[in-house]
Nanobody
Framework: QLRLVESGGGLVQPGGSLTLSCAASGFTLDRYPIGWFRQAPGKEREGVSCINPNDNSTYYADSVKGRFTISKDSAKNTVFLQLNNLKPEDTAVYYC????????????????WGQGTQVTVSS
């Protein structure tokens, strides 16, 4: 069974940091583009970042560019998303997915694979 499990969310003050993890099972994520997206109440699903296999090229939404960093650990079969300088507008449930292409200038996410991890930015 192909699975992606997100973790690492939490409550953080504005300006704080979090590291989200996306652990894969049932497949090797090095062979697929993996992306992070988020869903906030009343807002559209937003593709935040993605990383390609082979060349590790990445994409970032303008809203997070310079603050978020995507990376992967092949040995752990896990993709990470480092969230720095968090803002209240970053509050959302964050998901990872592996069934959509990762283009240089955009990433359109599909349906969530897992339950996601809640990130809440509030003072």
């Amino acid at each position: 069974q192909l699975r992606l499990v997100e973790s690492g969310g939490g409550l953080v003050q504005p300006g704080g940091s979090l590291t989200l993890s996306c652990a894969a099972s049932g497949f090797t994520l090095d062979r697929y583009p993996i992306g992070w997206f988020r869903q906030a109440p009343g807002k559209e699903r937003e593709g935040v970042s993605c990383i390609n296999p082979n060349d590790n090229s990445t994409y970032y939404a303008d809203s997070v560019k310079g603050r978020f960093t995507i990376s992967k650990d092949s040995a752990k079969n896990t993709v990470f998303l480092q969230l720095n300088n968090l803002k209240p507008e970053d509050t959302a449930v964050y998901y990872c997915g592996g069934d959509r292409p990762c283009w240089k200038s955009y990433y359109v996410p599909g349906e969530p694979w897992g339950q996601g991890t809640q990130v809440t930015v509030s003072s």
